[in-house]
């Protein structure tokens, strides 16, 4: 079995290459995806299909890059940044975030996002 | 204690220490020039600077705990998910998910990276300005 940050980079590369179906594989039928911590969470696959083809809606140019993970036996714990392009503004957004993954064999089976909904880019623009 | 035993006792020291703001006890805790960060300015805090942001939280905020929603040993420290709460000046519930990256070197904490969404304390920052 590989490596949690190896499954983990191969679901993003397949969500950036648009395989939306490759992405939903590597997550569990049952799957727990927190997109936003507090956020209501979206429940099983086809939630997180709408979802996805909201993002894909909305986002572009993504660039998502991990700058520190850990592993334990079930879980993967990442720090990243992600630049993507909101389509409806033409605005590029920015934001740090972290990524708390639960594995059930080699699939995701809860997942919670943590960062600012608000754009630190954005702000940061307004202030300076 | 094996490394990881280490860490998680470290971790349940400095919960306990912030959850009482006991200032000595988080100072000793902290090596002299760790480093607090943020995501949501993602600016570098001292530790004098961090512990003032816990006692202006706690100079507004009543009854503070923390339920630890997830903890685990890394190889250079621990993170946690967790949810901060409290009671507002106006009696109100307050609640704060975060996730917290702890970097541990020596038996102190030389690096944290906190998580979170700002939005979470915007009740925290009306009550203290109103």
């Given at each position: 079995m590989a490596d949690k940050?190896?499954?983990?980079?191969?679901?993003l590369e397949a969500s950036t290459a648009g395989e939306k179906q490759k992405f939903l594989d590597f997550l569990t039928d049952d799957i727990e995806?927190?997109?936003h911590v507090t956020t209501r969470p979206l429940l099983g696959k086809e939630w997180v299909e709408k979802f996805l083809n909201k993002y894909n809606e909305i986002c572009a140019d993504v660039d998502l890059q991990i700058?520190?993970?850990?592993?334990?036996?079930?879980?993967?714990?990442v720090e990243g940044y992600e630049e993507y392009t909101d389509l409806r503004t033409g605005e590029r957004v920015a934001h740090p975030f972290a990524g708390v993954m639960e594995f059930r064999g080699d699939k995701i089976c809860k997942w919670r996002d943590y960062f600012e909904m608000n754009n630190p880019k954005q702000d940061q623009a307004a202030s300076g | 204690m094996n490394d990881a035993e280490e860490h998680l006792a470290l971790a349940e020291r400095y919960m306990r220490a912030i959850t009482d703001c006991d200032v000595e006890a988080v100072r000793d805790i902290y090596a002299p020039d760790a480093r607090i960060w943020h995501n949501f300015d993602q600016a570098v805090q001292s530790v004098e600077d961090n512990i003032k942001t816990l006692t202006w939280i706690h100079g507004r905020l009543r009854d503070i705990r923390y339920d630890i929603v997830r903890r685990e040993p890394i190889p250079d420290g621990f993170y946690q998910q967790h949810v901060r709460r409290g009671?507002?000046?106006?009696?109100?519930?307050?609640?704060?998910p975060a996730c917290a990256i702890v970097k541990i070197d020596n038996g102190r904490i030389v690096a944290l990276d906190e998580y979170l969404d700002t939005a979470h304390t915007q009740p925290l920052r009306a009550a203290a300005a109103s």
């Open positions: 940050l190896t499954i983990y980079k191969s679901m995806y927190h997109y700058h520190r993970h850990a592993e334990t036996d079930d879980c993967l714990f | 009671r507002l000046p106006s009696g109100a519930e307050f609640a704060m």
